[in-house]
């Protein structure tokens, strides 16, 4: 059964704690993809990993920061949070690189950073 | 930039009556388009994917694109109230996939 998969689902900090949001999936897919969801604003893009320790900004990466070790795993931290990264944030993969590849997504982290 | 919409924000239909979603973006030059839905609480899961005029049917679900008129839009047959959920569509060209901001659909037993 492929599929992608995020811990925690829901996590409550306070502004300036450090986060970390944790993504895996089984499909061996190359490329993964983070992203937060908010109300009015749609997906936004936040990092982009091609694969281990290859990683590329998308359009909202001010914040955060990514690590990617193992293929199956693909980590978005955030150092200092603040209460503007409130959101919903979902993980993807994709067997392909490009803009078409079908992105597999996980059930996605709600975070409160208080 | 590419620009994606949805319509409507939100849309209430019985069950069984055919559900209707539109999409309209901004650049031409797309070529892939996606559906998605998204059950609350839940990820995102692909519904149709649809890369050139006409239409395509997945199941229940139909796309149907007009890429003159910057149009996409999703028919929902026989929709169930399983089917309430927030329906996102996704437009590509060969910069970057843009989301749209997705339409609510209630389906009422």
């Known amino acids: 059964d492929m599929k992608v998969t995020q811990m925690p689902r829901y996590l409550i900090k306070r502004m300036g704690e450090n986060v970390l949001l944790e993504c895996g999936q089984d499909m061996s897919h190359e490329t993964m993809y983070w992203y937060r969801q908010d109300p009015g604003l749609g997906l936004q893009l936040i990092y982009i990993?091609?694969?281990?320790?290859?990683?590329s900004e998308g359009d909202i990466p001010k914040g955060y920061r990514v690590s990617r070790k193992k293929r199956e795993h693909f980590s978005l931290i955030l150092d200092s949070a603040k209460t503007n990264q409130t959101s919903v944030y979902f993980c993807?993969?994709?067997?392909?690189?490009?803009?078409?590849?079908?992105?597999?997504f996980g059930p996605g982290t709600r975070l409160t950073v208080l | 930039q590419q620009k994606v919409q949805q319509s409507p924000e939100s849309l209430t239909v019985s069950e069984g009556a055919m559900a209707s979603l539109n999409c309209t973006f901004s650049d031409g030059t797309s070529n892939n388009f996606r559906w998605y839905r998204q059950h609350s609480a839940k990820g995102l899961e692909v519904l149709v994917s649809i890369f050139s005029d006409g239409e395509k049917e997945e199941g229940r679900f139909t796309a149907h694109l007009n890429r003159a008129n910057l149009h996409v839009s999703l028919h929902i047959r026989e929709p169930q109230p399983s089917d309430s959920a927030v329906y996102l569509c996704a437009v590509s060209n060969t910069n970057k996939v843009v989301f749209g901001t997705g339409t609510r659909l209630q389906v009422l037993p």
């Open positions: 990993s091609y694969d281990v320790d290859s990683n």
């Open positions: 993807a993969s994709s067997q392909d690189r490009g803009n078409y590849a079908e992105q597999f």
